[in-house]
Structure formats: structure tokens, C-alpha cells
């Protein structure tokens, strides 16, 4: 079983920014799609970005989409997500996965880790 262990999180002023990790515990990120999620308050989960194993090419969500940037590190079992331009509708507790869909379908994903939470506030 592959445990996910995201960090990075924190409270941030609107307009700043924050590097979020994600680390597994096996090597995964090499061969599937891995994704970042978030879940707002009363909300449901719903995808961010994800990034393909190979060619590392991303899909973004259209409201941090230029705002946002996803990576991975195959060597250091690790993905990121760069989060610039923070707003308070970016407020969230995020989560990464692995496998799951370029269109960020989690039909065939593991469980689900701690999350980070992520606070936009003034």
C-alpha cells in the first residue's frame, strides 16, 4: 500500500504564494498519472492539476489555471505544486494522488492522506 504525505501548507496573505510536497512512500509517481486535489469547507473534493509519468504534461483546473504550477521528482518519489497569486477562494485543505486520470477522474486512485491545509486570508 503507497501512503501519501503532503506538506507545505500554511496561512498566506491574497497575492502570495506557497510550494506544496507530496511524497509517497514507493515509487509510483513513475508510472502513472499523479494529481493535487483540494477540499474547501462543506465542498467536494475536486482536482487542481495533474501531471503524466512520462512527458510531465499537466492539466490545470481553469481557476489556477496561471496561476499554478505542477512538477514531480521521480528520483525523490515526490510531486509539487507551485501556488502563486493565492486568493481566498484558494483556501482549501490539499491532497495529491496517484493513479488517476489526465482529466483528473480518482476512480482507480489509492487512499487518501493527511491532506495540507491551505489558508488565504488578509
Known amino acids: 500500500q503507497v501512503q501519501f504525505v503532503e506538506s507545505g501548507g500554511g496561512l498566506v496573505q491574497p497575492g502570495g504564494s506557497l510550494r506544496l510536497s507530496c511524497a509517497a512512500s514507493r515509487s509510483i509517481f513513475s508510472f502513472y498519472t499523479a494529481g493535487w486535489y483540494r477540499q474547501a469547507p462543506g465542498k467536494q473534493r475536486e482536482m487542481v492539476a495533474t501531471?503524466?509519468?512520462?512527458?510531465?504534461?499537466?492539466n490545470y483546473a481553469n481557476s489556477v489555471k496561471g496561476r499554478f504550477i505542477i512538477s514531480r521528482d521521480n528520483a525523490k518519489n515526490t510531486v509539487y505544486l507551485q501556488m502563486n497569486s493565492l486568493k481566498p477562494e484558494d483556501t482549501a485543505v490539499y491532497y495529491c494522488?496517484?493513479?488517476?486520470?489526465?482529466?483528473?477522474?480518482?476512480?482507480?486512485?489509492?487512499?487518501w492522506g493527511q491532506g495540507t491545509q491551505v489558508t488565504v486570508s488578509s
Open positions: 494522488n496517484a493513479p488517476v486520470s489526465f482529466d483528473g477522474s480518482t476512480s482507480n486512485s489509492l487512499s
Open positions: 501531471i503524466t509519468n512520462n512527458g510531465g504534461i499537466a
